[in-house]
């Protein structure tokens, strides 16, 4: 059997005595597409830190199909393809749809033509020359992934995806998620707060509480699970 994408082993991290990871272990497959769920202050957001290199562990391991990458800084990760997105959009506000592509297929290597294919398939045409700071959150958001997406990454991580956005546009996020997941073969692990958006991916479900990985598996079974069932009711942790 080949060796995951994506496989934490273990990880921790603390903020001034506080353990924000507390020996999380995760594993995510080539093309696989997973959400990771749980409370505020689970450990959800410095997992995807740890990931990219924002934050280095104390302890554990960190690798992409089979090198340990712990120790590398943000762009190296960037370079051996690990792209994420943000809660709030990380797009040049200033600059056009357009150019917003065209600087990250700049910085990707890419030639600019990928950048209005990009635009294109985003569904973003119309907005080409609107300012990104003028755009609705949805769309900045939509704009933001298509520009991580010229780093043609292996591996995705969302960061909220769905923030600010209506219940349908949630359901359309979704959809355009399993559609990109299946035609270009990228792993995707998506940190979420709406279980309709959840749900409606289709896919397995991770639940993260108090710093490790309490459950894994498709939605409904991890939704009856008691400590997971326990958490969101807030009965206990």
Request: net charge positive.
């Amino acid at each position: 059997m080949s060796a995951p994408l994506l496989e934490l082993r273990h990880l921790v991290k603390s903020f001034g005595g506080v353990l924000a990871v507390a020996g999380a272990s995760l594993e995510l497959a080539e093309g696989e597409l997973l959400a990771l769920i749980g409370p505020n202050g689970c450990g959800k957001t410095t997992l995807f830190n740890l990931v990219t290199g924002i934050e280095r562990p104390e302890a554990g391991a960190i690798r992409l199909a089979g090198r340990e990458i712990g120790g590398l800084p943000p762009q190296a990760r960037v370079r051996l393809g690990i792209g994420r997105t943000f809660q709030v959009p990380g797009v040049f506000a200033a600059l056009s749809a357009r150019e917003n592509l065209e600087v990250a297929a700049t910085a990707a290597g890419r030639p600019r033509r990928e950048a209005h294919e990009a635009l294109e398939r985003a569904g973003l045409a119309a907005f080409a020359e609107r300012a990104a700071g003028e755009l609705p959150h949805g769309l900045q958001q939509r704009l933001e992934l298509a520009m991580v997406l010229l780093q043609r990454p292996r591996l995705l991580l969302l960061d909220e995806p769905t923030a600010g956005l209506e219940l349908a546009e949630s359901l359309a996020v979704a959809a355009r998620l399993r559609r990109l997941v299946a035609a270009e073969g990228v792993a995707a692990l998506v940190v979420e707060h709406d279980l309709a958006f959840v749900r409606a991916l289709g896919a397995e479900v991770a639940v993260m509480l108090r710093g490790r990985i309490a459950a894994r598996g498709p939605y409904a079974r991890v939704a009856s699970d008691p400590e997971v069932r326990a958490a969101y009711l807030g009965s206990r942790g």
